[in-house]
């Protein structure tokens, strides 16, 4: 399947005028049910986040809803955007190191590039206060770091954005692969993220 026939779920922009700070919420790449009905988080995990916001006294609706890459990728496996400088090398691809690395030596492929540069334009326009990081992938792309793990639950700066407040916490994927153990911790990442919204 060449990229172009990728199925393609664009972003979710806010129903609700939201007057004073404003909150994005940015995912890895949508998942099957997402590109059916072309918009992010849908399904099991849109039914969670909907009910997680809720539970902290966010509407999605209004949010921005958005993902890194707005491609399905192959198996669901957000992989496939990067590559090693081996591997990128022995396929004839070309790496954007302007990004750093994804997890120890992944780069991103240069013909993903512009999904990053979307990415930021959008949210440049949008100009949130707070982004909620829903996973690494959106992470690594809106802060450069690596290790969600260890970042969840704090506050970083947004290397998109100038000003603007990254909150990384776990993607609702994964409390549904058998860690809804995890959702008092993911909940208390959305409430620090609407605590820093100064509202």
């Keep these: ?78 992989g496939h955007f990067f590559a090693s400088r081996a591997r990128a090398k022995k396929e004839g691809r070309t790496i954007d190191e302007r990004w750093g690395a994804f997890g120890t030596s992944d780069r991103l492929l240069a013909e993903y590039t512009a999904e990053i540069e979307h990415l930021r334009a959008t949210l440049a326009a949008y100009a949130p206060t707070v982004i909620v990081a829903l996973g690494r992938t959106p992470t690594w792309a809106l802060t450069g770091e690596n290790g969600i793990l260890s970042l969840r639950g704090t506050v970083l700066p947004c290397r998109l954005v100038e000003g603007v407040e990254v909150v990384p916490t776990f993607h609702p994927s994964y409390l549904l692969r058998g860690q809804l153990v995890d959702l008092p911790v993911f909940q208390a990442d959305l ?3 609407v605590s820093r919204l100064g509202g």
């Design 1 to 78: 399947m060449t990229d172009a026939a990728l199925p393609f779920a664009d972003y979710q922009f806010p129903t609700k005028t939201v007057s004073g700070p404003r909150l994005a919420i940015v995912g890895e790449a949508p998942g099957a049910e997402e590109a059916k009905q072309g918009k992010p988080f849908v399904g099991r995990s849109g039914k969670l986040l909907d009910d997680s916001l809720a539970a902290v006294g966010i509407e999605r609706a209004e949010c921005l809803v958005a993902n890194v890459f707005r491609y399905q990728p192959p198996g669901n496996k957000v």
């Design 191 to 193: 409430r620090l993220a």
